[in-house]
Structure formats: C-alpha cells, structure tokens
C-alpha cells in the first residue's frame, strides 16, 4: 500500500451507532488518497466489530485497539500511527461532506505558510434544545480569516475540533494532545498558535457536527465553562506580558461576578487591575475586587491604556468591542476580547 497523503484521525468510545455513517462519509470522499486511523478506546459496544467489518471491506480503515486510556492518549496514538503529510481530525458522531479532504489539502498545499485549516460547518442538531452549542457554531463560523480566529481565541477555540486538518510535522515539533482537567483541543490550538502556527479556515461548510448527547462537552468536566478559562488563563497572561505595553495593569470591560471571578485567575499570575468599566450607571462609583467601576467613558485614549473585555453575552461584547473601535481602540494593540 503506498503512503497515503492524508491520515484521518477519528477516535471512538461506545460509537456503534453512529460511527457507519461517520466511516461511510469518509469513504465517500473525493479524494481517495487518505487512510483513517480509527482508535477504538476501550469501547463495550459493537464499535470493535464495526471496525474489523470495515477494514476486510476497505483496507484504508486501520484500526488500532487500546484499553480505555481517555481521548487525549487515543488521539494521540492515532497520531502517532499516521501516515500521511497532513492529519485530519475527525469524531466518530460527525459526518464529513464529499468534498471536505480534497478542498483542505488543496489549501495546504497552496498555503505552504499556513499550518493548520479548519472549515464552515454545519450544526447537527435541534436548535431550540442546544441553543448555547448553537450560537457557538455560528460564532466560531464567522471567523475565517487568521487575524479574526487569532485576535478572537482567548474568547472560545475559534474552530469546531473535528474540522481541522494540519501538518503532521506540527505534533512531532511542538506536541500533541496534553491530559488535564481541560478541554485538550482548545488547549493545542492556543499552544500551537502561541508557537506562531499559521491557522486559518475555509469558507465552505464541509463538516456535519452533530450534537450527540454522548458529546465530551455535555457529559465530561474538562468541558465545564470554567474549565475553559483556567486553560486559557496561562496563555492570555504571556501574551499581555509580551503584548500590553503596560503590563501588567489592565483596564477590565465587564464588572459582574463571572468576570470578577475569571479575573481571580489573571490575578493570581501577576495581572494587576487598573479600574473596571461598566456600562450599568449603578456600578459606576463602587469598588470591585478594591478598584473603582468607571463609565466606559472615563476609559484612557488609545495608547494610554490596555483594555481586557470580559462581557460575556455575544452581543453585549459586540457592542462593547464596536464602542471601543469607535473611540479609536485598535484590537490587540488597545483591546483584546476575554470571554
């Protein structure tokens, strides 16, 4: 068998259900040239049987079989088993659409620059019912462009996990999948853009993410919303350190008690508060965390100061993050978006 150009990566627990139609998708592809290593951790379903049933019918589905050692280790022997010169991520719940490896290698190999490309996807699932799981698919959607995923990944991870495809040299080099009480996902994409990874995202919707209620993100911890912001806390103070010109104080966007809280995680590596801004006339005057809540007027002018926006509600950011444009605040020179 001759060395294939791209290796899917598809982990799988307890995913007989769904992972035909997964394998089927892949299968399908325009492009032939790929191979998938497809890591069964540990599951007691039929998932091993599907597995063994796919490869006799199409030697391009390797299976590797591990006891149950969690994701981040399955995802890693998987990557540790590929082949190919790009890896694409893909969960054993997801569908991918025909033309998804052939138009993400195709950028790849235009784009020699560039490391990693996810892409547009589309939401498997019932809006109503997963409406927070909704909104973030639209979110991440949005932000196609390097500048817009990189200004915006201390917000969410700027990609749906099971879209991406990268270099295989970006795990040799820098590392893959870390083990911790953190999503393992967010936590490569910050570390490897904060290593200069060019990353980018196609336009087109390439990818079905569905919203299974056996998704990491409903049933585990490591997905909890504070979870996120503990991951990300490490690599947001680095990049104020090498970035805020008057670090370490900031001017903090928000003066709730879920900002205040994620502050605490700031604070405790150094960062020091100069005042809060909130918009509610009735903060204004009072002291939070022993810092005094201005009028979002009273902010410095640009260059005067380092904003953090910790306004959690994405329109309310919008309109906080368009009031600082509108007073000459350049993105990540005056301002960066946290939450």
Not at 223 to 249: D, E, G, I, M
Request: with cysteine; charged share 30%.
């Amino acid at each position: 068998m001759s060395r294939p150009a791209i290796s899917v990566v598809l982990p799988c627990y307890n995913a007989a259900a769904t992972l035909p139609d997964a394998l089927e998708s892949l299968l399908r592809q325009t492009r032939s040239d790929f191979e998938i290593i497809a890591v069964d951790d540990g599951s007691t379903d039929e998932t091993a049987q599907i597995l063994e049933g796919s490869f006799r019918e199409d030697p391009r589905i390797r299976p590797l079989f591990l006891p149950r050692s969690g994701i981040s280790r399955a995802s890693n022997a998987g990557l540790e088993r590929a082949r190919g010169r790009y890896i694409a991520r893909m969960d054993a719940d997801d569908v991918s659409l025909p033309e998804r490896l052939e138009e993400q290698a195709r950028y790849l190999d235009e784009n020699p620059c560039t490391g990693l490309v996810g892409c547009r996807v589309i939401f498997g699932g019932d809006r109503e019912a997963s409406r927070g799981f909704a909104q973030y698919v639209d979110w991440q959607n949005e932000l196609l462009d390097p500048e817009a995923i990189r200004a915006n990944r201390f917000v969410e991870s700027p990609f749906a996990h099971p879209s991406i495809m990268f270099r295989a040299e970006l795990p040799l080099r820098l590392g893959g999948y870390r083990e911790g009480p953190f999503p393992e996902d967010y936590e490569l994409i910050l570390r490897w853009m904060e290593h200069g990874v060019a990353m980018a995202k196609l336009e087109n919707e390439l990818l079905i993410w569905n919203d299974s209620p056996n998704r990491l993100s409903r049933t585990d911890t490591r997905f909890t919303r504070w979870a996120f912001h503990a991951v990300k806390a490490p690599y947001l103070v680095r990049w104020l350190r090498q970035n805020n010109p008057f670090h370490p104080w900031v001017y903090i966007l928000g003066a709730g008690r879920l900002a205040r809280r994620r502050i605490a995680l700031l604070e405790r590596q150094g960062i020091r508060i100069q005042a809060f801004l909130d918009s509610d006339p009735k903060k204004e005057g009072r002291l939070v965390l022993g810092r005094p809540v201005l009028a979002p007027e009273d902010l410095p002018p640009p260059g005067r100061c380092f904003c953090l926006s910790y306004v959690g509600a994405r329109h309310d950011r919008e309109a906080a993050l368009a009031y600082l444009h509108s007073r000459g605040h350049m993105r990540e020179r005056d301002y960066l978006a946290a939450a």
